[in-house]
């Protein structure tokens, strides 16, 4: 430290002065650079992963109240089920090739023809409404079609 007090000591008034100022800069940038800097970015790091996880929140508990609202339980069917899957697939407009009954609350059908694009949303009518729809079995016809083999059951079997 002695050998710096000398080289200071040594120097003109005029550079001590610059050398001063220059020395009170290098303070101020470390401590913006190496301090403020980085805590400033972390606390807007920290802000931004807030903001997504409130909003990561709020889209979970609107999924929540979703399969909430959908959990209760679909109205009970108006006749037998095979009533109801052929009433249903006529007003979707299919032609059941076949429809028997398979036991107490299940019945098997078949379609010939039909298109996907309209069979899924059935299906899901058909759940919707409180038929389960058990298996099935989509066989293409190789014109854009499919058959399709159906066992449903109702909810309460």
């Avoid at 050998?3 to 002065?17: A, I, N, V």
């Avoid at 929140?57 to 909430?68: F, N, V």
């Avoid at 079995?137 to 066992?151: F, I, P, W």
Wanted: aromatic share 4%; proline share 4%.
């Amino acid at each position: 430290m002695t050998p710096l007090k000398l080289w200071f000591d040594g120097r003109s008034t005029r550079e001590k002065r610059l050398l001063l100022i220059m020395g009170a800069l290098l303070i101020v940038t470390i401590v913006w650079g190496g301090i403020l800097r980085p805590i400033d970015d972390g606390l807007s790091s920290a802000r931004e992963r807030h903001a997504d996880a409130v909003i990561r929140l709020g889209e979970a508990q609107a999924m929540a109240d979703e399969l909430r609202s959908k959990r209760r339980r679909p109205p009970a069917l108006a006749g037998t089920l095979a009533d109801t899957v052929r009433v249903s697939a006529e007003q979707a407009g299919f032609t059941l090739s076949s429809l028997t009954e398979d036991g107490p609350g299940r019945v098997r059908a078949q379609i010939a023809s039909a298109r996907p694009a309209a069979l899924t949303p059935w299906l899901a009518r058909l759940e919707r409404g409180g038929v389960l729809v058990e298996q099935a079995t989509l066989t293409d016809n190789g014109d854009r079609t499919v058959g399709v083999a159906l066992l449903v059951r109702t909810r309460a079997s």
